[in-house]
T-cell receptor, first 112, second 112 residues
Framework: EAQVTQNPRYLITVTGKKLTVTCSQN?????MSWYRQDPGLGLRQIYY???????DKGDVPEGYKVSRKEKRNFPLILESPSPNQTSLYFC???????????FGPGTRLLVL | EDKVVQSPLSLVVHEGDTVTLNCSYE??????LLWYKQEKKAPTFLFML????IEKKSGRLSSILDKKELFSILNITATQTGDSAIYLC????????????FGPGTRLSVLP
């Protein structure tokens, strides 16, 4: 089954404790992206990747890191999480950047 | 500063009503506009529009793009309670189509 998976789905952590949210797709997509969704603000792009080893900042990259060492995986790293990073995070992928994106199920993060 | 604006932000109707959701944008090097439906999970794709004046239809949903006036509408006829969701508009833009920005969404509630 073609899908985008994220783990974990729910996470409660404390300020400053490094965490990684994994994202994996099995559709051989080149383009992958991370978004955060907050009430009233829609989805905002954090980082995107157009292919292996090619990543770039989106609209709200501060406090986040990404890597793209393999085509299928695009982990999101929070080196020192803060409460303002409490949000719902979505990973998405597509064949190219202008194609419709397939979204993962979301990761709900709470930073205390 | 807002690149994608949606209106209304919230809408309550009764089953059987017809609704029109609006999305206007202001970006450079527009590539495409996409509509998504989001229930209590990840957004699911509805339409992708790239050309003006060509209506896309899927059952009771239809959408059209006006590239001259920089807006799109999403129509839902004979609404049902299952149409209750957040409807997101997103625009792909930039010299290489590298930017993907969402509007804040319209929350539609359909009452029985």
């Amino acid at each position: 089954e073609a899908q985008v998976t994220q783990n974990p789905r729910y996470l409660i952590t404390v300020t400053g404790k490094k965490l990684t949210v994994t994202c994996s797709q099995n559709m051989n997509h080149e383009y992958m992206s991370w978004y955060r969704q907050d009430p009233g603000l829609g989805l905002r792009q954090i980082y995107y990747s157009m292919n292996v080893e090619v990543t770039d900042k989106g609209d709200v990259p501060e406090g986040y890191k990404v890597s793209r060492k393999e085509k299928r995986n695009f982990p999101l790293i929070l080196e020192s999480p803060s409460p303002n990073q409490t949000s719902l995070y979505f990973c998405a992928s597509s064949f190219s950047r202008v194609e419709t994106q397939y979204f993962g199920p979301g990761t709900r993060l709470l930073v205390l | 500063e807002d690149k994608v604006v949606q209106s209304p932000l919230s809408l309550v109707v009764h089953e059987g009503d017809t609704v029109t959701l609006n999305c206007s944008y202001e970006v450079t090097n527009f590539r495409s506009l996409l509509w998504y439906k989001q229930e209590k999970k990840a957004p699911t794709f509805l339409f992708m529009l790239t050309s003006s004046g060509i209506e896309k239809k899927s059952g009771r949903l239809s959408s059209i793009l006006d590239k001259k006036e920089l807006f799109s509408i999403l129509n839902i006829t004979a609404t049902q309670t299952g149409d209750s969701a957040i409807y997101l508009c997103a625009v792909v833009w930039g010299n290489y189509g590298q930017n993907f920005v969402f509007g804040p969404g319209t929350r539609l509630s359909v009452l029985p």
